[in-house]
């Protein structure tokens, strides 16, 4: 059944998006009103109304990136910034509207969760309409749920850690982010809590114009370990909209968390995420990031090395078809002696699309013994293809072992040849090709989602399907 | 900005140059123009036209501080352009390299090997732009930069690709490290104390480009840099 989630989204994505009843729409446009509805309608603590209003007033000041792709298409003004499906979050799939179930049955989600994996949570719009965690995670004290009833049902927790992973001043979509944040996940693991099976939240953006503002904070205590995966799909709609989402992890000494995000969004979204990882003595953080669909990202998932021994990975794959730009990368701030990082990226360019890839390796001065490796490979399938690499290494330390290396080229025609004089088409052989090149950081994926990748690669070459 | 036209082959020796200014430098169709170069200039622009060859040697051991630009414009078919670059930072010293290989017509190649070591507080900066232009199909374009660091030094690395060419081959590589301690305590077993050891491993980090340079210039840099040994 999972090599049909692929087709599913995509037939999903092709048909318009369902009528639905929207219970609250706040108007276009920012303003402090709208910050303050905001608040109001979820009936926040004051402390994080003041919090949205302060990164208003930030957000309000910084400029736009003067660097990377255009954004000079977002219009702030012509943006919805809250949208709430049902009144309230349901309990269990049955008090499910009929019309979101509909979607996600398309979407095979209740297949998936059938199967193994663990608490599914669903974003219609924006907030949580299902969320189911699973009975054994609440006794182990494992804390899953949407943001806002997180703030609601665990306020000192997100009291603590929001925004000090990544603070409203970091950059202009991070502000507006905490300005305007509804739903994503608050995720809390215990101390020595080892959770087994991946977590997995869908995300989906419906109504037209509709900006998505998630906020998802992940808090590892001691010896823990997750595995957070979140996946999303949209139909296809008219006009620009925006996806500035942000994603604080705090790992802490001895624990492992590893978040995975396959993004699809409709060829229109521009998708400008902040990611960022804290990570304790000798812990772990891995990011794998698939970047597919949207009209622009940019996301540069980050770690911050910030005790003695703590490893950071980023693995990172990017597809651009024709009129994408796809702009992704990561970063790894060494501010702990014996500390390493791994960044791996992968990319593929089609048509006119255009991939580009930013890192930032630093190493702090005294940070004796550091090391870190980046390997970034691009494959450009067209001549009206583009990718750029623009790397920076910044090493105040010299006790380390920093290396970069990237390349740029095409599909070797020997191996299409030989692929060819198989009995391959040139398309499946193109396909072939690429699932190979991409293959080091799809098998690091959940296996339904490196099924959706190879089938969207042969989607995406013409290749026929199955 | 001063102009200079190169029609048949030769050696150019650019001294360490008191005055700052720009260099503009012609390398004419199917030539083969060497440069040496010690710093001191604000920027150099190389333009090299059909079936010629542009070879830079940059030399920058002896310098207190310098902000160097070169760009190297492929204009036209089979045209190509290597670039060696020795660093030696000690010190303050505070280099700044930045160099722009473009690719605007097919079939060029280019490459960029620089190799650096970085000493006491001083401070190395590179950034090394290769860029590739539609136009510039089957072009082959390389970017290496090693840099050795000890004691306080800083060393900044920034290669870029930016390719619009889809049939060609680029690759950029860094590696930032510091000498190894097994390199030296193999040489220290042997009898050699610290500060020979080193000289003796920089030495030998140099060498894949000394010995590239012509043999009146790299006996003339042995020479000048007797002191250091390399």
Known sequence: MKVNLQQLNRQAQKEKPDEMDYFHTSAKGLTDKTVKEISHYKNEPAWMQEERFRAYQTFLRQPMPAWGPDLSKIDFNDLYYYLRPTGQTARSWSEVPEAIRHTYDRLGLPEAEKKYLGGVMAQYESDAVYHSVQKKLEKKGVIFTDMDTGLRRYPEIVRKYFSTVVPAGDNKFAALNTAVWSGGSLLYIPAGVKVEFPLQAYFRINAEKVGQFERTLIIAEPGSFVHYVEGCTAPVYSTGSLHAAVVEIIVKPGARVRYTTVQNWSKNVYNIVTKRAFVMEEGVMEWVDGNLGSKVTMKYPSVYLLGRKARGEVLSIAFAGSGQHQDAGGKAIHGAPETSSSIISKSVSRGSGRTSYRGLVRVAKGMAGCRSNVVCDALLMNKNSRSDTYPTMDIRESATRVSHEATVGRVGEEQLFYLMSRGLSEQEAMSMIISGFIEPIARQLPVEFAAELNKLIELEMGGRVG | ?230
């Open chain 2, 1 to 230: 900005m001063k102009k200079l036209i190169i029609k048949k082959d030769r050696t150019i020796e650019l001294e360490k140059v008191e005055k700052p200014g720009g260099i503009n430098i012609v390398i004419q169709p199917g030539v083969k123009g060497n440069l040496i170069f010690r710093g001191g200039l604000e920027e150099a622009i190389v333009t090299v036209m059909r079936g010629a060859v542009f070879n830079l040697f940059c030399l920058m051991t002896d310098l207190d501080s310098d902000d160097s630009k070169i760009v190297i414009n492929l204009i036209e078919p089979l045209a190509q352009a290597h670039v060696h670059g020795i660093f030696h930072g000690q010190q303050e010293d505070k280099h700044f390299f930045n160099i722009i290989m473009h690719h605007q017509a097919k079939e060029t190649k280019g490459d960029i090997i620089i190799k650096g070591v970085y000493e006491n507080m001083s401070r190395g900066s590179f950034s090394g732009l290769i860029k590739i232009d539609k136009a510039s199909q089957k072009a082959v374009s390389h970017f290496s930069d090693e840099i050795l660091l000890s004691d306080e030094a800083i060393a900044l690395s920034v290669p870029t690709l930016e390719i619009s060419a889809n049939d060609v081959r680029a690759s950029h590589r860094s590696t930032t490290s510091q000498i190894d301690e097994e390199q030296l305590f193999y040489l220290a077993s042997r009898g050699l104390n610290q500060q020979q050891a080193r000289q003796m491993i920089i030495k030998g980090f140099f060498k894949s480009i000394t010995d590239k340079l012509p043999v009146n210039i790299k006996n003339k840099f042995y020479a000048q840099t007797a002191g250091a040994e390399y």
